[in-house]
T-cell receptor, first 115, second 115 residues
Framework: GAVVSQHPSWVICKSGTSVKIECRSL??????MFWYRQFPKQSLMLMAT?????????EQGVEKDKFLINHASLTLSTLTVTSAHPEDSSFYIC???????????FGQGTRLTVV | QKEVEQDPGPLSVPEGAIVSLNCTYS??????FMWYRQYSRKGPELLMY????GNKEDGRFTAQVDKSSKYISLFIRDSQPSDSATYLC???????????????FGQGTILTVHP
């Protein structure tokens, strides 16, 4: 089946620095991808919709200047956490919809720890 | 109120038991539901989906929807230790919409099947 690959799987960064997370669709093209955030033992919360060639759409309460999303090609979306702070530490997961079907394929997730 | 509610558990059962996982939903416009399985520190993987009026069986897994009570269930027969994971119910983020990959999740139920 289709695979969505996310990189890195984990990252530790210092407070105030920026971190980029990549999400790739490996064997299919994805004009739309989604970014979620998951805190320990909690559910996935949709952060934004990434649209190829246009601006991302952010959910209410998500700071677009802090979480920069770029979808420059049909197989790659990136999420950059800018000026990261410890409260940004979380599990970030991307997904791409199943074309012509139900649901989405998810990446492996990225565990971000800001120290 | 979240549109999809799920008892987080945790749920612990012996190997071979029948497991029942449940969610409730509030929006009657939902047209279909999904069940995802998430292993620790991994992205969710789609187990199965059902339309709002049906049941579905796939091997040891059965998904069921009760529209009258807005209740969705996932049954696992002959549970195995490898079934130990977090199970998430999900519905389309925009109920009745066509964005099939944009999802809203329940809180997830942590299941442990012990030998």
């Amino acid at each position: 089946g289709a695979v969505v690959s996310q990189h890195p799987s984990w990252v530790i960064c210092k407070s105030g620095t920026s971190v980029k997370i990549e999400c790739r669709s490996l064997d299919f093209q994805a004009t739309t991808m989604f970014w979620y955030r998951q805190f320990p033992k909690q559910s996935l919360m949709l952060m934004a919709t990434s649209n190829e060639g246009s601006k991302a759409t952010y959910e209410q309460g998500v700071e677009k200047d802090k979480f920069l999303i770029n979808h420059a090609s049909l197989t790659l979306s990136t999420l950059t956490v800018t000026s990261a702070h410890p409260e940004d530490s979380s599990f970030y997961i991307c997904s791409a919809p199943v074309r012509g079907g139900i649901g989405a394929f998810f990446g492996q997730g990225t565990r971000l720890t800001v120290v | 109120q979240k549109e999809v509610e799920q008892d987080p558990g945790p749920l612990s059962v012996p190997e071979g038991a029948i497991v029942s996982l449940n969610c409730t939903y509030s929006n009657s416009a939902f047209q279909y539901f999904m069940w995802y399985r998430q292993y620790s520190r991994k992205g969710p993987e789609l187990l199965m989906y059902t339309y709002s009026s049906g049941n579905k069986e796939d091997g040891r897994f059965t998904a069921q929807v009760d529209k009258s009570s807005k209740y969705i269930s996932l049954f696992i027969r002959d549970s195995q230790p490898s079934d130990s994971a977090t199970y998430l119910c999900a519905a389309p983020y925009d109920a009745g919409g066509t964005s099939y990959g944009k999802l809203t999740f329940g809180q997830g139920t942590i299941l442990t099947v012990h030998p």
